[in-house]
C-alpha cells in the first residue's frame, strides 16, 4: 500500500522489466518479453500468479485480491524450483497483511467519472496476546461507458465487492503457528 498499487495492472509502474495489460476480466502479464497469450480454460498461463503461497490457475483470479497487502513480489525468470510448477517466464506473488496483536482499522474510498465508486477497508483484532483476527474487503461500482445500440446494455460496467478473513493463532514462546482464512468475490 505504500507503493499505492491499488490493482494488479500498477505494478509494471514499479517492477522493470513487467507489462501488464487487461483483457476482459483476465489480466495478460509479461516479465522480460515472456508473455501469457492464451487466458481460456483450457490454457496454462506462462505467468505464475500467488495469493498467500497459493496458486491461482487463472490469471482473473488473481485481480480480486489487491486489498490491504503486506507486501509484492515479482519474480523473473523459470520458478519451478522454489514453486513446485514451472511458471517459464516467472511469477507474481501477492501476500495479504498478517493479523497483529495490536487494534488497527482503515478505509479508503475513492470516486471518479462514469459513477465509479471504490471503498476498501480493514479491521484488525486483537482477541488475546497470540490470536488475532484480519478482516479486510472492498466494494468497486461503475456505470458503463460504452453504449451497445443493439441491445441498449452499458460496456465496461462493475458491480463487484471482495472480502478476506484471516484468523492467527500464534502463542507466545512458541514456535507454533496457525492460520484459518477465507475470501469471497
Given at each position: 500500500n505504500q507503493a499505492d498499487v491499488p490493482e494488479i495492472t500498477r505494478i509494471e509502474h514499479l517492477a522493470p522489466g513487467v507489462r501488464i495489460g487487461p483483457s476482459g476480466s483476465?489480466?495478460?502479464?509479461?516479465?522480460?518479453?515472456?508473455?501469457?497469450?492464451?487466458i481460456g480454460a483450457n490454457s496454462d498461463p506462462r505467468i505464475g500468479f500467488y495469493v498467500d503461497d497459493i496458486y491461482q490457475s487463472r490469471t482473473?483470479?488473481?485481480?480480486?485480491?489487491?486489498?490491504?497487502?503486506?507486501?509484492?513480489?515479482?519474480?523473473?525468470?523459470?520458478?519451478?524450483?522454489?514453486y513446485g510448477?514451472?511458471?517459464?517466464?516467472?511469477?507474481?506473488?501477492?501476500?495479504?497483511?498478517?493479523p497483529r496483536d495490536e487494534f488497527a482499522a482503515g478505509v479508503d474510498a475513492l470516486y471518479g467519472r462514469f459513477n465509479r465508486a471504490r471503498?476498501?477497508?480493514?479491521?484488525?483484532?486483537?482477541?488475546t496476546e497470540g490470536v488475532a483476527v484480519r478482516v479486510a474487503g472492498n466494494y468497486e461500482?461503475?456505470?458503463?461507458?460504452?453504449?451497445?445500440?443493439s441491445t441498449g446494455d452499458d460496456l465496461g460496467d462493475?458491480?463487484?465487492y471482495f472480502v478476506r478473513g484471516i484468523l492467527r493463532v500464534?502463542?507466545?514462546?512458541?514456535?507454533?503457528?496457525?492460520?484459518?482464512?477465507?475470501?469471497?468475490?
Open positions: 483476465d489480466a495478460r502479464p509479461a516479465i522480460r518479453g515472456v508473455f501469457t497469450e492464451a482473473s483470479q488473481a485481480l480480486t485480491a489487491f486489498v490491504d497487502l503486506e507486501r509484492v513480489e515479482v519474480q523473473k525468470g523459470p520458478q519451478g524450483t522454489l510448477r514451472n511458471s517459464f517466464g516467472g511469477n507474481i506473488a501477492i501476500y495479504s497483511a498478517q471503498v476498501e477497508g480493514f479491521v484488525n483484532v486483537p482477541i461500482y461503475q456505470d458503463g461507458y460504452v453504449k451497445n445500440t462493475e458491480d463487484a500464534a502463542p507466545t514462546g512458541s514456535d507454533l503457528e496457525v492460520q484459518l482464512r477465507g475470501s469471497y468475490y
